[in-house]
Nanobody, 115 residues
Framework: QVQLVESGGGLVQPGGSLRLSCAASGMTFRMYNMGWYRQAPGNQRNLVARITSGGSTEYQDSVRGRFTISRDDAKNTMYLQMNNVKPEDTAAYYC?????????WGQGTQVTVSS
């Protein structure tokens, strides 16, 4: 079955950087459009960035210019490079296909931006 495992989260100071990883298994990863999503407490889960199977990218306005989504199809892995993070980036981050399939949600990785 499809399994998506997020890693790389943690506590980071405002202005700092983190790189999240999403390891995929049980799917032909290179064929899928993929996305990073985040959910802050009390809020709904929202798309942050997405990347097509061909490598085209799109970003939520609030992260454009600070976050970079990428993929390595040879490693079945997707990344989110987060630079110049802000307190409002604090959330649990999840990867999924785009559009997302409910059955594919993993445990996520927590990112906390605080001084």
């Amino acid at each position: 079955q499809v399994q998506l495992v997020e890693s790389g989260g943690g506590l980071v100071q405002p202005g700092g950087s983190l790189r999240l990883s999403c390891a995929a298994s049980g799917m032909t990863f290179r064929m899928y459009n993929m996305g990073w999503y985040r959910q802050a407490p009390g809020n709904q889960r929202n798309l942050v960035a997405r990347i097509t199977s061909g490598g085209s990218t799109e970003y939520q306005d609030s992260v454009r210019g600070r976050f970079t989504i990428s993929r390595d199809d040879a490693k079945n892995t997707m990344y989110l490079q987060m630079n110049n993070v802000k307190p409002e980036d604090t959330a649990a981050y999840y990867c999924n296909t785009f559009p997302a399939w409910n059955a594919y949600w993993g445990q996520g990785t927590q990112v906390t931006v605080s001084s």
